[in-house]
Protein backbone atom coordinates (compact mmCIF):
# COMPACT_ATOMS: atom_id res chain seq x y z
CA UNK A 1 0.00 0.00 0.00
CA UNK A 2 1.65 3.31 -0.91
CA UNK A 3 2.03 6.31 1.34
CA UNK A 4 -0.51 8.11 -0.67
CA UNK A 5 -3.40 5.84 0.24
CA UNK A 6 -2.57 6.11 3.64
CA UNK A 7 -2.72 10.29 3.95
CA UNK A 8 -2.66 9.05 8.23
CA UNK A 9 0.42 7.96 8.07
CA UNK A 10 3.59 9.84 8.01
CA UNK A 11 5.55 10.15 5.32
CA UNK A 12 8.17 7.18 5.18
CA UNK A 13 6.95 5.04 8.05
CA UNK A 14 4.41 2.14 6.86
CA UNK A 15 1.83 0.44 9.18
CA UNK A 16 3.98 -1.98 10.14
CA UNK A 17 6.42 0.61 11.93
CA UNK A 18 3.21 2.58 13.53
CA UNK A 19 1.59 -0.53 14.76
CA UNK A 20 5.00 -1.84 16.15
CA UNK A 21 5.12 2.06 17.93
CA UNK A 22 1.49 1.41 19.78
CA UNK A 23 1.93 -1.69 20.75
CA UNK A 24 5.25 -1.66 22.13
CA UNK A 25 6.27 -4.48 24.71
CA UNK A 26 3.14 -6.20 23.15
CA UNK A 27 4.19 -7.34 20.33
CA UNK A 28 6.48 -10.03 20.23
CA UNK A 29 7.66 -10.16 16.35
CA UNK A 30 6.34 -10.48 13.08
CA UNK A 31 5.47 -12.62 10.49
CA UNK A 32 4.57 -12.00 6.71
CA UNK A 33 0.98 -12.53 5.55
CA UNK A 34 0.44 -11.57 1.87
CA UNK A 35 -3.16 -9.21 2.61
CA UNK A 36 -1.90 -7.70 5.53
CA UNK A 37 -0.33 -4.71 6.10
CA UNK A 38 0.95 -5.46 9.12
CA UNK A 39 1.54 -8.84 11.02
CA UNK A 40 2.05 -9.22 14.65
CA UNK A 41 2.90 -12.06 17.11
CA UNK A 42 1.10 -11.35 20.40
CA UNK A 43 1.53 -13.60 23.80
CA UNK A 44 -1.83 -15.55 24.46
CA UNK A 45 -2.24 -13.47 27.89
CA UNK A 46 -1.63 -10.31 25.82
CA UNK A 47 -4.53 -10.53 23.68
CA UNK A 48 -7.20 -7.96 24.93
CA UNK A 49 -4.62 -5.27 25.20
CA UNK A 50 -3.42 -5.90 22.09
CA UNK A 51 -6.69 -5.66 20.17
CA UNK A 52 -7.63 -2.63 22.53
CA UNK A 53 -5.06 -0.46 21.26
CA UNK A 54 -5.54 -1.41 17.74
CA UNK A 55 -9.53 -0.81 17.46
CA UNK A 56 -9.55 2.34 19.98
CA UNK A 57 -5.95 4.16 19.10
CA UNK A 58 -5.79 3.30 15.44
CA UNK A 59 -9.33 2.55 13.95
CA UNK A 60 -9.13 -1.20 13.77
CA UNK A 61 -12.12 -1.76 14.40
CA UNK A 62 -13.52 -4.60 12.09
CA UNK A 63 -12.88 -7.98 13.74
CA UNK A 64 -13.90 -9.96 10.11
CA UNK A 65 -12.25 -13.53 11.28
CA UNK A 66 -10.34 -15.32 13.40
CA UNK A 67 -8.81 -18.49 12.40
CA UNK A 68 -7.31 -21.19 14.73
CA UNK A 69 -4.73 -23.70 13.53
CA UNK A 70 -2.30 -26.74 14.75
CA UNK A 71 1.40 -26.95 13.86
CA UNK A 72 3.86 -29.67 14.64
CA UNK A 73 4.70 -27.45 17.69
CA UNK A 74 2.50 -24.80 18.67
CA UNK A 75 -1.70 -23.62 18.35
CA UNK A 76 -2.45 -20.44 16.49
CA UNK A 77 -5.22 -18.03 16.33
CA UNK A 78 -5.33 -15.37 14.30
CA UNK A 79 -7.19 -11.91 14.58
CA UNK A 80 -7.84 -10.93 11.10
CA UNK A 81 -8.12 -6.93 11.48
CA UNK A 82 -9.37 -4.70 9.11
CA UNK A 83 -11.10 -0.62 9.06
CA UNK A 84 -14.97 -0.63 8.57
CA UNK A 85 -13.75 2.99 6.94
CA UNK A 86 -11.14 1.40 4.95
CA UNK A 87 -10.80 -2.65 4.79
CA UNK A 88 -7.75 -2.25 2.65
CA UNK A 89 -5.94 -1.53 6.04
CA UNK A 90 -5.60 -5.27 7.30
CA UNK A 91 -3.53 -6.62 10.77
CA UNK A 92 -3.31 -9.84 11.37
CA UNK A 93 -2.76 -10.25 15.53
CA UNK A 94 -1.31 -13.61 15.53
CA UNK A 95 -1.27 -16.07 18.82
CA UNK A 96 0.44 -18.66 19.19
CA UNK A 97 -0.33 -21.03 22.05
CA UNK A 98 1.46 -24.05 24.08
CA UNK A 99 1.22 -27.32 22.15
CA UNK A 100 0.72 -28.96 25.81
CA UNK A 101 -1.84 -26.04 27.10
CA UNK A 102 -3.65 -24.55 24.34
CA UNK A 103 -5.10 -21.80 26.11
CA UNK A 104 -5.61 -18.40 24.91
CA UNK A 105 -7.28 -14.95 26.13
CA UNK A 106 -10.37 -14.52 25.07
CA UNK A 107 -11.09 -11.15 22.48
CA UNK A 108 -14.91 -11.32 22.99
CA UNK A 109 -14.49 -8.25 25.56
CA UNK A 110 -13.21 -6.29 22.53
CA UNK A 111 -15.32 -7.16 19.56
CA UNK A 112 -18.32 -9.70 20.37
CA UNK A 113 -17.80 -11.22 17.08
CA UNK A 114 -15.37 -13.35 18.70
CA UNK A 115 -17.81 -15.10 20.92
CA UNK A 116 -18.82 -17.33 17.81
CA UNK A 117 -15.56 -17.07 16.38
CA UNK A 118 -13.63 -18.59 19.25
CA UNK A 119 -16.37 -21.40 20.07
CA UNK A 120 -15.50 -22.34 16.44
CA UNK A 121 -11.74 -22.52 17.01
CA UNK A 122 -12.14 -24.71 20.29
CA UNK A 123 -14.59 -27.22 19.10
CA UNK A 124 -12.76 -28.38 15.55
CA UNK A 125 -9.40 -27.14 16.42
CA UNK A 126 -9.02 -27.13 20.39
CA UNK A 127 -7.61 -23.98 21.89
CA UNK A 128 -9.25 -22.91 24.89
CA UNK A 129 -10.21 -19.26 25.44
CA UNK A 130 -9.34 -18.14 29.15
CA UNK A 131 -12.13 -15.92 30.02
CA UNK A 132 -14.65 -16.74 27.27
CA UNK A 133 -18.35 -16.10 28.15
CA UNK A 134 -19.92 -19.02 26.73
CA UNK A 135 -17.09 -22.03 26.10
CA UNK A 136 -19.07 -24.58 24.60
CA UNK A 137 -19.02 -26.07 21.30
CA UNK A 138 -20.77 -24.67 18.73
CA UNK A 139 -20.94 -26.82 15.26
CA UNK A 140 -20.60 -30.31 16.49
CA UNK A 141 -22.92 -32.17 19.75
CA UNK A 142 -21.82 -31.05 23.08
CA UNK A 143 -20.78 -34.97 23.75
CA UNK A 144 -18.32 -35.19 20.59
CA UNK A 145 -14.92 -36.55 21.39
CA UNK A 146 -11.80 -34.52 20.06
CA UNK A 147 -11.47 -31.82 17.66
CA UNK A 148 -11.76 -32.07 13.98
CA UNK A 149 -8.98 -30.21 12.68
CA UNK A 150 -6.41 -30.87 15.42
CA UNK A 151 -3.70 -33.41 13.95
CA UNK A 152 -4.15 -35.98 16.73
CA UNK A 153 -7.74 -36.40 15.92
CA UNK A 154 -8.99 -39.72 15.47
CA UNK A 155 -11.82 -40.43 12.90
CA UNK A 156 -12.53 -43.60 14.07
CA UNK A 157 -13.04 -42.98 17.49
CA UNK A 158 -16.82 -43.51 18.86
CA UNK A 159 -18.92 -40.85 19.47
CA UNK A 160 -21.02 -40.67 22.74
CA UNK A 161 -24.33 -39.99 21.35
CA UNK A 162 -27.39 -38.65 24.52
CA UNK A 163 -30.77 -39.22 23.19
CA UNK A 164 -31.85 -36.04 23.63
CA UNK A 165 -35.14 -36.85 21.85
CA UNK A 166 -36.39 -38.55 24.72
CA UNK A 167 -35.64 -34.85 27.00
CA UNK A 168 -38.42 -32.72 28.59
CA UNK A 169 -38.49 -29.51 26.83
CA UNK A 170 -39.27 -27.74 29.73
CA UNK A 171 -36.87 -29.63 32.47
CA UNK A 172 -36.23 -27.80 35.26
CA UNK A 173 -33.50 -25.78 34.18
CA UNK A 174 -35.43 -23.79 32.31
CA UNK A 175 -37.76 -22.71 34.45
CA UNK A 176 -38.03 -19.76 36.69
CA UNK A 177 -39.92 -20.36 39.80
CA UNK A 178 -39.87 -16.16 40.39
CA UNK A 179 -40.59 -15.37 36.95
CA UNK A 180 -43.64 -16.12 34.68
CA UNK A 181 -41.08 -17.67 31.74
CA UNK A 182 -41.70 -20.05 29.23
CA UNK A 183 -38.85 -21.88 26.94
CA UNK A 184 -40.04 -22.34 23.35
CA UNK A 185 -38.18 -24.40 20.78
CA UNK A 186 -38.35 -22.80 17.25
CA UNK A 187 -36.80 -24.74 14.56
CA UNK A 188 -34.60 -26.38 13.62
CA UNK A 189 -36.98 -28.14 10.95
CA UNK A 190 -39.38 -25.32 10.09
CA UNK A 191 -39.96 -22.91 6.68
CA UNK A 192 -39.43 -19.87 8.46
CA UNK A 193 -35.63 -20.47 10.37
CA UNK A 194 -34.64 -20.49 6.60
CA UNK A 195 -32.63 -24.15 7.28
CA UNK A 196 -31.79 -26.60 9.99
CA UNK A 197 -31.72 -23.29 12.58
CA UNK A 198 -32.66 -24.21 16.46
CA UNK A 199 -33.70 -21.03 18.16
CA UNK A 200 -33.58 -22.16 22.41
CA UNK A 201 -35.89 -19.37 23.15
CA UNK A 202 -37.01 -17.81 26.53
CA UNK A 203 -40.80 -15.49 26.43
CA UNK A 204 -41.73 -13.68 29.28
CA UNK A 205 -45.26 -13.34 27.98
CA UNK A 206 -45.01 -12.56 24.67
CA UNK A 207 -41.59 -11.35 24.78
CA UNK A 208 -38.26 -12.42 24.00
CA UNK A 209 -36.47 -12.50 27.37
CA UNK A 210 -33.53 -14.81 25.98
CA UNK A 211 -32.72 -16.16 22.19
CA UNK A 212 -30.11 -18.92 22.03
CA UNK A 213 -29.11 -19.71 18.06
CA UNK A 214 -28.14 -23.64 17.64
CA UNK A 215 -26.40 -24.05 14.58
CA UNK A 216 -24.57 -27.07 13.00
CA UNK A 217 -26.91 -29.22 12.11
CA UNK A 218 -26.22 -28.78 8.47
CA UNK A 219 -22.06 -28.85 9.53
CA UNK A 220 -20.47 -30.44 6.43
CA UNK A 221 -16.97 -30.39 7.36
CA UNK A 222 -16.04 -27.95 4.05
CA UNK A 223 -13.09 -26.08 5.64
CA UNK A 224 -11.69 -30.15 5.50
CA UNK A 225 -12.66 -31.29 2.33
CA UNK A 226 -11.11 -27.89 0.93
CA UNK A 227 -7.39 -29.10 2.76
CA UNK A 228 -7.79 -32.10 1.49
CA UNK A 229 -8.25 -30.71 -2.39
CA UNK A 230 -6.27 -29.68 -5.06
CA UNK A 231 -6.11 -25.68 -5.64
CA UNK A 232 -6.42 -25.81 -9.34
CA UNK A 233 -8.55 -28.61 -9.68
CA UNK A 234 -11.00 -30.11 -6.76
CA UNK A 235 -11.58 -27.37 -4.29
CA UNK A 236 -13.43 -24.87 -7.16
CA UNK A 237 -16.69 -27.18 -7.21
CA UNK A 238 -17.19 -27.00 -3.16
CA UNK A 239 -18.30 -22.98 -2.67
CA UNK A 240 -21.47 -23.45 -4.92
CA UNK A 241 -22.27 -25.25 -1.72
CA UNK A 242 -21.96 -23.04 0.82
CA UNK A 243 -24.84 -20.51 -0.08
CA UNK A 244 -26.43 -23.02 -2.33
CA UNK A 245 -29.25 -20.63 -2.92
CA UNK A 246 -28.34 -18.59 -5.41
CA UNK A 247 -24.86 -17.34 -4.96
CA UNK A 248 -22.65 -19.28 -6.32
CA UNK A 249 -20.54 -17.16 -8.20
CA UNK A 250 -19.82 -15.21 -5.66
CA UNK A 251 -18.53 -18.26 -3.35
CA UNK A 252 -16.11 -19.54 -6.37
CA UNK A 253 -14.76 -15.44 -6.57
CA UNK A 254 -13.91 -15.71 -2.57
CA UNK A 255 -12.46 -19.05 -3.11
CA UNK A 256 -10.67 -17.47 -6.48
CA UNK A 257 -9.73 -14.34 -5.28
CA UNK A 258 -7.87 -16.26 -2.66
CA UNK A 259 -5.90 -18.38 -4.54
CA UNK A 260 -4.88 -15.89 -7.00
CA UNK A 261 -3.89 -14.02 -4.84
CA UNK A 262 -1.81 -16.94 -3.35
CA UNK A 263 -0.38 -18.16 -6.43
CA UNK A 264 0.31 -14.70 -8.02
CA UNK A 265 -2.21 -15.59 -10.79
CA UNK A 266 -3.49 -12.46 -12.84
CA UNK A 267 -6.92 -12.60 -14.37
CA UNK A 268 -7.32 -11.65 -17.95
CA UNK A 269 -9.20 -8.21 -18.16
CA UNK A 270 -12.07 -9.84 -20.38
CA UNK A 271 -12.65 -12.67 -17.49
CA UNK A 272 -12.89 -9.57 -14.54
CA UNK A 273 -15.74 -8.19 -17.16
CA UNK A 274 -17.90 -11.94 -16.78
CA UNK A 275 -16.87 -12.60 -13.42
CA UNK A 276 -18.26 -9.29 -12.48
CA UNK A 277 -21.49 -9.71 -14.64
CA UNK A 278 -22.40 -12.83 -13.65
CA UNK A 279 -21.83 -12.52 -9.89
CA UNK A 280 -24.34 -9.44 -9.99
CA UNK A 281 -26.61 -11.60 -11.57
CA UNK A 282 -26.55 -14.03 -8.83
CA UNK A 283 -26.26 -11.20 -6.31
CA UNK A 284 -30.11 -10.27 -7.85
CA UNK A 285 -31.22 -13.77 -7.74
CA UNK A 286 -30.05 -13.71 -3.76
CA UNK A 287 -31.92 -10.62 -3.14
CA UNK A 288 -35.00 -12.00 -5.25
CA UNK A 289 -35.30 -15.16 -2.65
CA UNK A 290 -34.64 -13.01 0.48
CA UNK A 291 -37.21 -10.77 -0.24
CA UNK A 292 -39.86 -13.48 -1.11
CA UNK A 293 -39.08 -15.40 2.02
CA UNK A 294 -39.16 -12.68 3.78
CA UNK A 295 -42.75 -11.68 2.65
CA UNK A 296 -42.97 -15.37 3.53
CA UNK A 297 -42.57 -14.79 7.04
CA UNK A 298 -43.89 -11.71 8.08
CA UNK A 299 -47.35 -11.73 6.74
CA UNK A 300 -47.14 -14.99 4.95
CA UNK A 301 -47.94 -13.87 1.21
CA UNK A 302 -47.09 -17.02 -0.52
CA UNK A 303 -49.56 -16.60 -3.72
CA UNK A 304 -48.35 -13.11 -4.83
CA UNK A 305 -44.75 -12.14 -3.68
CA UNK A 306 -43.61 -15.47 -3.03
CA UNK A 307 -44.14 -16.59 -6.35
CA UNK A 308 -43.25 -13.23 -8.06
CA UNK A 309 -40.27 -13.69 -6.72
CA UNK A 310 -39.16 -17.00 -7.72
CA UNK A 311 -40.60 -15.87 -10.78
CA UNK A 312 -38.09 -12.99 -11.50
CA UNK A 313 -34.97 -15.51 -10.03
CA UNK A 314 -36.19 -18.02 -12.40
CA UNK A 315 -35.33 -15.52 -15.41
CA UNK A 316 -32.04 -15.09 -13.90
CA UNK A 317 -31.44 -18.65 -13.73
CA UNK A 318 -31.93 -19.28 -17.17
CA UNK A 319 -29.57 -16.75 -18.40
CA UNK A 320 -27.13 -18.56 -15.88
CA UNK A 321 -27.80 -21.62 -16.98
CA UNK A 322 -27.18 -20.21 -20.73
CA UNK A 323 -23.82 -19.30 -19.24
CA UNK A 324 -22.81 -21.75 -17.25
CA UNK A 325 -24.55 -24.68 -18.38
CA UNK A 326 -25.83 -25.53 -14.56
CA UNK A 327 -28.36 -23.60 -12.63
CA UNK A 328 -27.51 -23.85 -8.91
CA UNK A 329 -23.76 -25.42 -8.41
CA UNK A 330 -22.33 -22.96 -11.36
CA UNK A 331 -18.30 -24.35 -11.52
CA UNK A 332 -17.75 -22.17 -13.81
CA UNK A 333 -14.70 -19.68 -12.31
CA UNK A 334 -11.55 -21.24 -12.85
CA UNK A 335 -8.05 -20.08 -11.46
CA UNK A 336 -6.96 -17.50 -13.52
CA UNK A 337 -10.29 -16.55 -14.99
CA UNK A 338 -13.78 -18.70 -16.17
CA UNK A 339 -14.56 -21.64 -17.66
CA UNK A 340 -15.54 -21.19 -21.22
CA UNK A 341 -16.92 -17.98 -22.76
CA UNK A 342 -20.41 -16.57 -23.14
CA UNK A 343 -22.49 -18.78 -25.16
CA UNK A 344 -23.34 -18.81 -28.42
CA UNK A 345 -24.87 -17.35 -30.61
CA UNK A 346 -23.93 -14.25 -28.21
CA UNK A 347 -26.62 -11.83 -29.64
CA UNK A 348 -29.46 -13.79 -27.93
CA UNK A 349 -27.36 -14.16 -24.38
CA UNK A 350 -27.30 -10.50 -24.76
CA UNK A 351 -30.60 -9.85 -26.13
CA UNK A 352 -32.20 -12.61 -23.26
CA UNK A 353 -29.47 -10.45 -20.52
CA UNK A 354 -31.24 -6.98 -22.33
CA UNK A 355 -34.20 -8.36 -22.01
CA UNK A 356 -34.43 -9.07 -18.04
CA UNK A 357 -32.78 -5.99 -16.95
CA UNK A 358 -35.63 -3.83 -19.30
CA UNK A 359 -38.55 -5.58 -17.13
CA UNK A 360 -36.54 -5.25 -14.11
CA UNK A 361 -37.66 -1.65 -13.25
CA UNK A 362 -41.88 -2.72 -13.34
CA UNK A 363 -41.34 -5.21 -11.69
CA UNK A 364 -39.20 -3.98 -8.90
CA UNK A 365 -42.66 -1.44 -8.71
CA UNK A 366 -44.90 -4.21 -7.71
CA UNK A 367 -42.82 -4.49 -5.25
CA UNK A 368 -42.90 -1.78 -3.36
CA UNK A 369 -46.37 -1.18 -4.47
CA UNK A 370 -46.76 -4.98 -2.60
CA UNK A 371 -44.34 -5.60 -0.10
CA UNK A 372 -42.77 -1.85 1.26
CA UNK A 373 -45.92 0.07 0.79
CA UNK A 374 -47.90 -2.75 2.78
CA UNK A 375 -49.12 -1.10 5.69
CA UNK A 376 -49.28 -4.69 7.42
CA UNK A 377 -45.54 -5.09 6.15
CA UNK A 378 -44.55 -1.86 7.64
CA UNK A 379 -46.06 -2.38 10.73
CA UNK A 380 -44.45 -5.61 11.43
CA UNK A 381 -40.94 -3.93 9.85
CA UNK A 382 -40.52 -0.38 10.73
CA UNK A 383 -38.75 0.11 14.24
CA UNK A 384 -38.68 -3.57 14.99
CA UNK A 385 -34.93 -5.63 14.83
CA UNK A 386 -33.23 -2.44 15.54
CA UNK A 387 -29.61 -3.30 14.88
CA UNK A 388 -27.31 0.07 15.95
CA UNK A 389 -24.50 0.40 13.80
CA UNK A 390 -21.30 0.56 16.51
CA UNK A 391 -23.25 -2.99 18.10
CA UNK A 392 -23.12 -4.42 14.44
CA UNK A 393 -19.84 -3.02 13.80
CA UNK A 394 -18.96 -5.19 17.08
CA UNK A 395 -20.56 -8.13 15.63
CA UNK A 396 -18.79 -7.78 12.58
CA UNK A 397 -21.97 -7.33 10.46
CA UNK A 398 -21.52 -6.83 6.95
CA UNK A 399 -23.69 -6.67 3.50
CA UNK A 400 -27.32 -5.29 3.83
CA UNK A 401 -27.64 -5.93 7.56
CA UNK A 402 -24.58 -3.59 8.03
CA UNK A 403 -25.61 -1.12 4.93
CA UNK A 404 -29.01 -1.26 6.76
CA UNK A 405 -27.71 0.48 9.94
CA UNK A 406 -25.78 3.12 7.85
CA UNK A 407 -22.85 1.23 7.67
CA UNK A 408 -20.91 2.51 4.27
CA UNK A 409 -18.93 -0.83 3.71
CA UNK A 410 -18.93 -2.91 0.45
CA UNK A 411 -15.34 -4.42 -0.56
CA UNK A 412 -16.92 -4.41 -4.45
CA UNK A 413 -15.85 -0.40 -3.91
CA UNK A 414 -13.81 -0.15 -0.57
CA UNK A 415 -11.30 -3.35 -1.86
CA UNK A 416 -11.83 -3.48 -5.76
CA UNK A 417 -11.54 -6.54 -7.34
CA UNK A 418 -12.87 -7.59 -10.83
CA UNK A 419 -13.99 -5.31 -12.82
CA UNK A 420 -15.96 -2.91 -10.32
CA UNK A 421 -13.65 -0.24 -10.17
CA UNK A 422 -13.86 0.65 -13.72
CA UNK A 423 -17.69 0.69 -13.52
CA UNK A 424 -20.66 3.46 -12.38
CA UNK A 425 -22.33 2.45 -9.50
CA UNK A 426 -23.26 3.47 -6.02
CA UNK A 427 -23.17 1.54 -2.50
CA UNK A 428 -26.58 1.45 -1.14
CA UNK A 429 -27.17 2.77 2.98
CA UNK A 430 -29.97 3.05 5.18
CA UNK A 431 -30.14 4.64 8.25
CA UNK A 432 -33.62 3.34 10.26
CA UNK A 433 -31.68 -0.05 11.67
CA UNK A 434 -34.27 -1.94 11.55
CA UNK A 435 -36.16 -4.56 9.63
CA UNK A 436 -37.59 -2.29 7.08
CA UNK A 437 -34.29 -0.53 5.94
CA UNK A 438 -32.65 -4.16 5.21
CA UNK A 439 -35.26 -4.98 3.14
CA UNK A 440 -34.99 -1.41 1.32
CA UNK A 441 -31.21 -2.05 1.10
CA UNK A 442 -31.83 -5.29 -1.03
CA UNK A 443 -34.42 -4.01 -3.00
CA UNK A 444 -32.39 -1.26 -4.25
CA UNK A 445 -29.02 -2.69 -4.35
CA UNK A 446 -31.09 -4.98 -7.36
CA UNK A 447 -31.15 -1.39 -9.02
CA UNK A 448 -27.54 -0.98 -8.36
CA UNK A 449 -26.57 -4.37 -9.49
CA UNK A 450 -28.74 -4.18 -12.97
CA UNK A 451 -26.67 -0.86 -13.44
CA UNK A 452 -23.53 -3.29 -13.05
CA UNK A 453 -24.87 -6.04 -15.65
CA UNK A 454 -25.92 -3.24 -17.96
CA UNK A 455 -22.07 -1.77 -18.32
CA UNK A 456 -20.65 -5.02 -18.21
CA UNK A 457 -23.12 -6.42 -21.20
CA UNK A 458 -22.19 -2.97 -22.95
CA UNK A 459 -18.53 -4.23 -22.31
CA UNK A 460 -18.81 -7.79 -23.87
CA UNK A 461 -21.06 -6.31 -26.76
CA UNK A 462 -17.84 -4.26 -28.04
CA UNK A 463 -15.41 -6.86 -26.76
CA UNK A 464 -12.72 -7.25 -29.54
CA UNK A 465 -12.99 -10.92 -30.47
CA UNK A 466 -9.11 -11.52 -30.93
CA UNK A 467 -8.62 -9.92 -27.39
CA UNK A 468 -11.25 -12.14 -25.60
CA UNK A 469 -8.98 -14.27 -23.28
CA UNK A 470 -10.98 -16.34 -20.69
CA UNK A 471 -8.17 -17.98 -18.56
CA UNK A 472 -4.36 -16.36 -18.03
CA UNK A 473 -1.85 -19.43 -18.04
CA UNK A 474 -2.03 -20.84 -14.65
CA UNK A 475 0.34 -24.40 -14.34
CA UNK A 476 -1.23 -27.26 -14.22
CA UNK A 477 -0.39 -28.11 -10.35
CA UNK A 478 0.20 -25.52 -8.17
CA UNK A 479 2.39 -25.68 -5.26
CA UNK A 480 2.32 -22.16 -3.56
CA UNK A 481 5.62 -21.56 -1.57
CA UNK A 482 5.39 -22.87 2.17
CA UNK A 483 3.86 -21.48 4.91
CA UNK A 484 2.14 -18.91 2.42
CA UNK A 485 -0.43 -17.12 4.22
CA UNK A 486 -3.49 -14.58 2.71
CA UNK A 487 -6.98 -13.74 3.87
CA UNK A 488 -8.98 -12.26 1.06
CA UNK A 489 -12.60 -11.64 0.48
CA UNK A 490 -15.33 -10.72 -1.62
CA UNK A 491 -19.01 -8.93 -1.14
CA UNK A 492 -21.19 -11.81 -1.64
CA UNK A 493 -24.44 -11.16 -1.76
CA UNK A 494 -25.39 -11.75 2.38
CA UNK A 495 -21.90 -9.45 3.03
CA UNK A 496 -18.38 -10.11 3.56
CA UNK A 497 -17.19 -13.97 2.38
CA UNK A 498 -13.48 -14.23 3.01
CA UNK A 499 -10.85 -17.07 2.58
CA UNK A 500 -7.89 -17.66 4.72
CA UNK A 501 -5.16 -20.09 3.26
CA UNK A 502 -2.33 -20.95 4.73
CA UNK A 503 0.08 -23.17 2.04
CA UNK A 504 2.40 -25.97 3.08
CA UNK A 505 4.33 -26.55 -0.09
CA UNK A 506 2.11 -28.95 -1.34
CA UNK A 507 -1.14 -29.12 -4.12
CA UNK A 508 -3.23 -28.75 -1.62
CA UNK A 509 -3.57 -26.24 1.54
CA UNK A 510 -2.21 -26.54 4.95
CA UNK A 511 -5.12 -24.58 6.32
CA UNK A 512 -8.33 -23.23 4.49
CA UNK A 513 -10.72 -21.28 6.49
CA UNK A 514 -13.89 -19.62 5.25
CA UNK A 515 -15.35 -16.52 6.62
CA UNK A 516 -19.11 -16.54 6.54
CA UNK A 517 -21.17 -13.22 6.40
CA UNK A 518 -24.07 -15.23 7.59
CA UNK A 519 -22.14 -16.78 10.14
CA UNK A 520 -21.15 -13.30 12.13
CA UNK A 521 -24.33 -11.81 11.18
CA UNK A 522 -26.89 -14.53 12.39
CA UNK A 523 -24.67 -13.78 16.01
CA UNK A 524 -27.03 -10.10 15.76
CA UNK A 525 -30.02 -11.92 16.39
CA UNK A 526 -29.92 -11.67 20.29
CA UNK A 527 -29.17 -8.22 20.39
CA UNK A 528 -31.95 -7.25 17.73
CA UNK A 529 -34.84 -9.56 19.24
CA UNK A 530 -34.72 -9.74 23.00
CA UNK A 531 -37.35 -7.43 24.66
CA UNK A 532 -39.39 -7.64 21.80
CA UNK A 533 -42.34 -9.72 20.61
CA UNK A 534 -42.00 -13.10 19.84
CA UNK A 535 -43.59 -12.30 16.05
CA UNK A 536 -40.96 -9.66 15.78
CA UNK A 537 -37.79 -12.56 16.00
CA UNK A 538 -39.61 -14.14 13.01
CA UNK A 539 -39.44 -11.11 11.25
CA UNK A 540 -35.67 -10.34 12.47
CA UNK A 541 -34.29 -13.82 11.83
CA UNK A 542 -35.64 -13.16 8.42
CA UNK A 543 -34.20 -9.78 7.81
CA UNK A 544 -30.81 -11.32 8.18
CA UNK A 545 -31.28 -13.44 5.46
CA UNK A 546 -29.38 -16.63 6.19
CA UNK A 547 -28.31 -19.98 4.76
CA UNK A 548 -27.23 -22.63 7.05
CA UNK A 549 -25.09 -24.04 4.10
CA UNK A 550 -22.98 -20.99 4.73
CA UNK A 551 -23.56 -21.00 8.40
CA UNK A 552 -22.51 -24.24 9.37
CA UNK A 553 -20.32 -24.57 5.62
Same mark, same amino acid.
Given at each position: *???????????????? /?????????????????? +??? #??????? /??????????????????????? $????????????????????????? &? &??? #??????????????????????????????????????????????????????????????????????? +??????? *??????????????????????????????????????????????????? =?????????IMPYPDRWDYI????? +????? $??????????? &???????????? $??? =?????? *????????????? %??????QYGVRDREVIQ?????????? *?????????????????????????????????? #??????????????????? =??????????????????????????? %???????????????? %??????? /???????????????????????????????????????????????????????????????????????????????????????????????????????????????????????????
Amino acid at each position: *MSVEETPEIEAGVTVE /DEVLERLGDLAQGTEEHL +NAD #ASVVVRP /DQVQDTLFALRDDMGYDHLSCVT $AQEYEDRYESIYHLKKYDDPTQEVS &V &VVP #ASKDEPVSQTAEPVFRTADWHEREAYDLVGIDYEGHPDPRRILLPDTWQGHPLGQDYDQDSPQIVTLGEWD +NPLRDDH *MDSEADTMFLNIGPHHPATHGVLHLKTVLDGETVADVDPDIGYLHRCEEQM =CQNGTYRHQIMPYPDRWDYISAGIL +NEWAY $ARAAEDLADIE &VPEYAQVIRTMS $AEL =CRIASH *MLAVATFALDVYG %DFTALFQYGVRDREVIQNILEDLTGQR *MMFNYLRLGGVAWDLPEPREEFFENTRDFLEELP #AKLEEYHDLLTGNEIFQIR =CVNTGILEPEVAKSYGATGPVARGSGI %DYDLRRDDPYGYYDEL %DWDVVTE /DGCDNYSRVLVRLQEVEESAKIIEQCVDLLEEWPEDERTIQSNVPRTLKPEADTETYRAVEGAKGELGIYIRADGTDKPGRFKIRSPCFSNLQTLGEMSEGEYIADLIASLGSLDIVLGEVDR
